[in-house]
């Protein structure tokens, strides 16, 4: 059974970088079936897609975000990551990562999500 | 920017059948997806390229597609099925794009 787990600090003040891992078990994040992603979920709000990343690294952003997301993917580690740079209050969220099979498939496996709170 | 539009809510009583639509111009040439959320969990996917259900999910959930719109049928609600439903699909650009969720209540 394929498990994401999702790590990273709570609390990130403003014009930072938030960081957060994704450690996959129960499967490789090599395999070539599937791209890895991040979503988020602002408080009593609905989903917005963040991006995704392949094994090899290929990575595909939201336009609306793309300026400000780096993911990146530690094959070693079975881990992949988001950074989102100069964060605002508008970024604080429940990020979660989740599997993709395929490029234009739906989320079959997802994290249970993290909350991010941008505050000073 | 690409959107698809679901209502806000739906309700029905235990039994009945509840459906969500899920409306979006590049539908017809682009898979809709379909989650259920509870509070304070993780989405889960229910359908799966319009139609398809995943193992493990009910019979009683099921989806549909016609022209820009798709649906979502649960048929015999159950007070467990009370959730927020979302759909899912991409534009031509192969941007990931979700609804902004319907709330269905079990009355």
């Known amino acids: 059974q394929v498990q994401l787990q999702e790590s990273g600090p709570g609390l990130v003040k403003p014009s930072q970088t938030l960081s957060l891992t994704c450690t996959v078990s129960g499967g490789s994040i090599s395999s070539g079936d599937y791209y890895w992603s991040w979503i988020r979920q602002p408080p009593g709000k609905g989903l917005e897609w963040i991006g995704y990343?392949?094994?090899?690294?290929?990575?595909y952003y939201n336009p609306s975000l793309k300026s400000r997301v780096t993911i990146s993917v530690d094959t070693s580690k079975n881990q992949f990551s988001l950074k989102l740079s100069s964060v605002t209050a508008a970024d604080t969220a429940v990020y979660y990562c989740?599997?993709?099979?395929?490029?234009?498939?739906?989320?079959?496996?997802w994290g249970q999500g993290t909350l991010v709170t941008v505050s000073s | 920017s690409y959107e698809l539009t679901q209502p806000p809510s739906v309700s029905v009583s235990p039994g009945q059948t509840a459906r969500i639509t899920c409306s979006g111009d590049a539908l017809p040439k682009q898979y809709a997806y379909w989650y259920q959320q509870k509070p304070g969990q993780a989405p889960v996917l229910v359908i799966y390229?319009?139609?398809e259900r995943p193992s493990g999910i009910p019979e009683r959930f099921s989806g549909s597609s016609s022209g820009t719109t798709v649906t979502l049928t649960i048929s015999g609600v159950q007070a467990e099925d009370e959730a927020d439903y979302y759909c899912?699909?991409?534009?031509?650009?192969?941007?990931?794009?979700f609804g902004g969720g319907t709330k269905l209540t079990v009355l």
């Open positions: 989740a599997r993709r099979l395929g490029a234009a498939a739906g989320f079959d496996y």
């Open positions: 990343i392949y094994y090899s690294g290929s990575t």
């Open positions: 899912q699909s991409a534009d031509s650009s192969g941007t990931v794009v």
């Open positions: 390229k319009d139609s």
